[in-house]
């Protein structure tokens, strides 16, 4: 058990709905990251939070956001929900945004858009 | 060019065998971690083992350790006496200088047979 937490485990949706993705991070982190698993993509970093603030982005698409409460749990919305946003949905945290900080993963949340 | 290339999409063990997970990366920074995560059937990514651009030794923990040689940028994983709880999905990711994120090999599958 990494320590992060993530809810929901699994989530169906239909194609055009809003999700959103809870995450909260190991006692003491103050980074958050989201990543997303695909098939075909395979693991992509979409967006860093530190201490409540958008530290970094990647390939995050304008449809999603996500944001880092004062508690430090973080939140992904998605939106307008395509079948290709189908994917395993990672969290990860660490303690800083140090380049040796090792960044502990949450259990993801499997979303399926049919 | 990728980051982070691994080149055995799927490898066969014995247990109680040594196996070595291939790993090359590319970067100029001077700065950057390599890393190492086990993904099993059940979905969650764990991390596993720590290398730094200026570590001096190579990183070891427990039955993991990383074969780091520097000059032909790889950071090979190496699991000594395999066990059938090892079956999984291994990813080697990269974290430059700088910047936050992990980029993430394809990986390998390792199957580990009795």
């Known amino acids: 058990d990494s320590g992060v937490t993530q809810t929901p485990k699994h989530l169906i949706t239909a194609t055009g709905q809003r999700v959103t993705l809870r995450c909260s991070p190991r006692s003491g982190d103050l980074s958050v990251y989201w990543y997303q698993q695909s098939l075909d993509q395979g693991l992509q970093f979409l967006i860093q939070?530190?201490?409540?603030?958008?530290?970094a982005k990647g390939n995050i698409l304008e449809r999603f956001s996500a944001q880092q409460f004062p508690d430090l749990h973080s939140e992904l919305n998605l939106s307008s929900l395509e079948l290709g946003d189908s994917a395993l949905y990672f969290c990860?945290?660490?303690?800083?945004?140090?380049?040796?900080?090792?960044?502990?993963f949450g259990p993801g949340t499997r979303l399926t858009v049919l | 060019a990728q980051k982070i290339t691994q080149t055995q999409p799927g490898m066969f063990v014995q247990e109680k065998e040594a196996v070595t997970l291939d790993c090359t990366y590319d970067?100029?920074?001077?700065?950057?971690?390599l890393f190492w995560y086990k993904q099993p059937s059940s979905g969650e990514m764990i991390f596993l083992i720590y290398?730094?651009?200026?570590?001096?030794q190579n990183a070891t923990e427990g039955r993991y350790s990383l074969n780091f040689q520097k000059a032909r940028k790889s950071a090979n994983l190496v699991i000594s006496a395999s066990q059938l709880g090892d079956s999984a999905m291994y990813f080697c990711?990269?974290?430059?200088?700088?910047?936050?994120?992990?980029?993430f090999g394809k990986g390998t599958m390792l199957l580990v047979s009795p």
């Open positions: 939070y530190y201490n409540g603030e958008e530290r």
């Open positions: 970067t100029s920074d001077p700065s950057y971690g």
């Open positions: 290398q730094g651009s200026y570590d001096q």
């Open positions: 990860a945290s660490s303690v800083f945004d140090r380049d040796t900080d090792t960044q502990y």
């Open positions: 990711a990269m974290r430059e200088g700088g910047y936050s994120t992990l980029t």
